[in-house]
């Protein structure tokens, strides 16, 4: 499969525990982004990589996230001292720079 | 900052009846995209319009792109079961690397 990856498919984890999670996007792509989803609600843009550049992170990523992309390849998105409110489906998607974004099965992350 | 809005946020549609979906956008777009969302799964490509008026299909899928591109909408005929999910549009931002999406519109087909 050539599709964009993610792991864990599903994680539950106790409020104040970390998470970390990965992605490997569409092998030939330079872009990589994470998204977040809620509920009855359409994706929002977390952070965007350009090779392994981090350019963007949006103000919804507090400091407790972190995403690294060390070789331009995969990524992976941490969270550290987990909220309730972290709770979401967690989007990778991946482009060749301008063209669409092709996105990954995401992680369902379910904070207790 | 732009946003993007989809009415009606629940479509219940009768199968075989036809539907449209309206994406409307506060700032002039340089392309429109849909992507469709099954139950439990995650957002799937469909198309993409870029010329201002344009039109395409996808079998039963028309997707149109308003003349001023702020807006674009999704009509489906012949509804079918297969056609169950939320679809979403997008638009990027002036930057070009993020998507903004609406909140989508929910279908679901009463047989």
């Known amino acids: 499969d050539t599709g964009v990856s993610q792991d864990p498919r599903h994680k539950i984890t106790k409020r104040g525990q970390n998470v970390t999670f990965r992605c490997d996007p569409i092998s030939e792509h330079n872009r990589l982004y994470w998204y977040r989803q809620t509920l009855g609600q359409g994706p929002e843009f977390l952070t965007y990589f350009q090779n392994e550049a981090q350019l963007e992170k949006s103000r919804l990523l507090s400091d407790r996230f972190s995403a690294e992309r060390p070789k331009g390849s995969f990524s992976t998105l941490e969270i550290q001292r987990t909220e309730q409110g972290d709770s979401a489906m967690y989007l990778c998607?991946?482009?060749?720079?301008?063209?669409?974004?092709?996105f990954g099965p995401g992680t369902r992350l379910t904070v207790l | 900052g732009q946003q993007v809005m989809q009415i009606p946020q629940y479509q219940h549609v009768q199968e075989g009846e036809d539907f449209t979906t309206y994406c409307n956008s506060s700032?002039?777009?340089?392309?429109i995209q849909w992507y469709k969302q099954r139950p439990g799964g995650h957002p799937v490509f469909l198309i993409q319009l870029v010329k201002s008026g344009e039109v395409k299909k996808q079998k039963r899928l028309t997707f149109q792109f308003g003349e001023a591109k702020k807006n674009s909408s999704l009509h489906i005929t012949a509804t079918q079961t297969t056609d169950v999910g939320t679809y979403f549009c997008a638009g990027p931002e002036t930057n070009d690397y993020k998507l903004s999406f609406g909140a989508g519109t929910t279908v679901t087909v009463r047989a």
């Open positions: 700032t002039t777009l340089s392309n």
């Open positions: 998607a991946s482009s060749l720079n301008r063209e669409v974004s092709f």
